[in-house]
């Protein structure tokens, strides 16, 4: 069984920072690939950035040059680090876990996400 569980979001100013962070149980971050999802005003949820195997980092357009996503083997779990946030960054983020490259679906449960607030 599969769990992940998001933490880490709030309010932030315009221009700040935020860590989020992802708890995963049930599998390990150095044997898959874990992503980072928003929400979005589609049907579909967003790609942000996503680790694969712990080691290898992959962004969306939106993430380059501004998030960081990493790996904590130790405590299984993945950060988005957040910076030079945007208004237009203001969702609710996701995490989720999958085989190889990014996917829309991702085989772990969605969790209760993080919402991430930009304030102007």
């Known amino acids: 069984q599969v769990q992940l569980v998001e933490s880490g979001g709030g309010t932030v100013p315009a221009g700040g920072s935020v860590r989020l962070t992802c708890t995963i149980t049930g599998r390990l971050v150095r044997d898959f690939s874990v992503g980072w999802y928003r929400q979005g005003t589609g049907s579909e949820r967003e790609m942000v950035a996503w680790?694969?195997?712990?080691?290898?980092?992959n962004y969306g357009d939106s993430a380059q040059g501004r998030f960081t996503i990493a790996g904590d083997d130790a405590k299984n779990t993945v950060y988005l680090q957040m910076n030079s946030l945007k208004p237009e960054d203001t969702d609710v983020y996701f995490c989720?876990?999958?085989?190889?490259?990014?996917?829309?679906?991702?085989?772990?449960?969605w969790g209760q996400g993080t919402q991430v607030t930009v304030s102007p």
């Open positions: 680790l694969r195997r712990g080691v290898t980092a």
């Open positions: 989720n876990i999958f085989v190889g490259s990014w996917t829309k679906s991702p085989f772990g449960s």
